[in-house]
């Protein structure tokens, strides 16, 4: 396990060539890009979660027949601050660490109140996203680092909030295609709000004036939605589209702000401010793409946890949309690294199954339906949505199946009605063993299995010209607890699920089981074939057609999320050490009931944090 999840990633600087089984088809042309954690100590000091580790980056370039492995570690500024301390200096989600221990007193409170609304980490270890031609890692911070996909060197780091006010964002985009990129994002008690964003990316036009600027640049706020709570917005992984529709889940699993703004100073990491309650509903926010604007119907279910969106479509009047949803957000807990280790399978036991279930909500709902009354009258599921009083809508969604993470679709069924999803199969552990094709019409399923082998999430890509929506191939990235055997990409037929190639190669590579991986774009056909710079050596440069996807994924939580102080003369201070606001704010969001003291008191500091940025050259 511990070979699997916690141990460091060398990496492949040089692309090695894998030894190929089978057939790989010869129209499948183009490189695979992969990403997820690969280092999870630094010097001494280690992190707690497996989503903290350094994004290590992967590709896979695939022409004629033959396929070359190569990964790089991301030079986040987070990496390199890391490396060059020789320990962990930078927070991430499941650990704090604490940069400056041997600070004076007010470079110390400049610390904490920099840390009441924090500059996240540039770690982008969860996606790659496309923009126009340009690919980024990406995280859920603000900060994305753009990649050069040939040779998997690190370049700009971009912030989001350059271009559009949001504090966090999501990595699964959504594209159109025309190429646009749209994505969501959460803006915290800004100018007193706090609302989540989507926003587009626009296509660049080829040959436009716009050519060879970064697309970013011209990043557009395409609606935004209020939170229902200022200091408690809804953690989200993904969402929806269709054609007219955006599918936006404001869920009960919640970032606690005021928990955020004195988690430096309490010892305690972000993932511990991430709380599931129970007792509020499942928000359902419908965006009209065309007004810009929320449906008058306010949408609401109960209770639940969904990381992905499967897909949506709209039909006769109707909005369908299918997610994997859980029980309460216990998911992320059970990737606490203390937990992944032999006793893994007890201690990584899911609360409940990854449930697949399909959603169907009315898009206009008749005022004179009776109060009770289902208005659902699609003959192909047994969703319902009962109307209530005030224009709201209550869903109750239809189970399709139970035990599947990590979905994937034909991208070309985007917000189209489809038939396929392609996914992990799962049980009680979050580890996939198997890779499962599930048919939403006939409700059966094929599987892929082999002993010891944990799959990576699913990609479909389509055959050039196909007609059938699983007319294609499925690639998956696989690893082995069997020492004996090498990691391995995984070539199925996508109709049948039988196994066309694989392609081993004798290189350390990390788990990616749990992987979040999209795809990007499909390097098929000739024209997208690399210029070869070197005989037997993948190029660097070349194709502009690829495919892209990162991976990823999912214990008890730890005794202590916070990261030591390095042994040393300077440890970090006792009380006496730090600012007696930041202390009060800490003690009052543990134990005070009155949240709109809190609130002032949060602006107080965040005015007190701004005085002190004014004048922080004297630090
Ligand atoms: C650093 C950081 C975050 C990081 C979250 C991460 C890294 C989530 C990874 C999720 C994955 C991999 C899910 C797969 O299904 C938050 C909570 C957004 C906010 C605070 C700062
Ligand atoms: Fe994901």
Redesign the pocket.
Known sequence: MEIIFGRNKKEQLEPVRARVTGKIPAWLQGILLRNGPGMHTVGETRYNHW?DGLALLHSFTIRDGEVYYRSKYLRSDTYTANIEANRIVVS??GTMAYPDPCKNIFSKAFSYLSHTIPD??DNC??NIMRCGEDFYAT???SYIRRINPQTLETLEKVDFRKYVAVN?AT?HPHYDAAGNVLNVGTSIVDKGKTKYVIFKIPAPVPGGRKEGRSPLKDTEVFCSIAAHSLLSPS?Y?SFGVTENYIIFLEQPFK?DILK?ATAYIRGVS??SC?AFHGEDKTHIHIIDRRTRKPVPTKYHTDPMVV??HVNAYEEDGCLLFDVITYEDGSL?QLFYLANLNEDFKENSRLTSMPTLKRFVLPLHVDKNAEVGSNLIKLSSTTARALKEKDDQVYCQPELLYEGLELPHINYAHNGQPYRYVFAAAVQWSPIPTKIIKYDILTKSFLMWREEHCWPAEPLFVPTPGAKDEDDGIILSAIVSTDPQKSPFLLVLDARTFTELASASVDVEMHLIS?G?SSQMQAGTGKQALPRRRRPGLPPDGGPKNLTAWRL???GPAPPSSRLSPPRGRCRRGGPSFHFALILSAAALSQHSENRTHLYLFFHFILAVRTLLESQSNIY
């Open positions: 989503f991430e989600f996240f980490t270890l969860i995280t859920e911070t966090l990595s953690y992984h970032l955020m972000w993932a991430l990381f992905h992320y749990m979040c990823w994924s999912w």
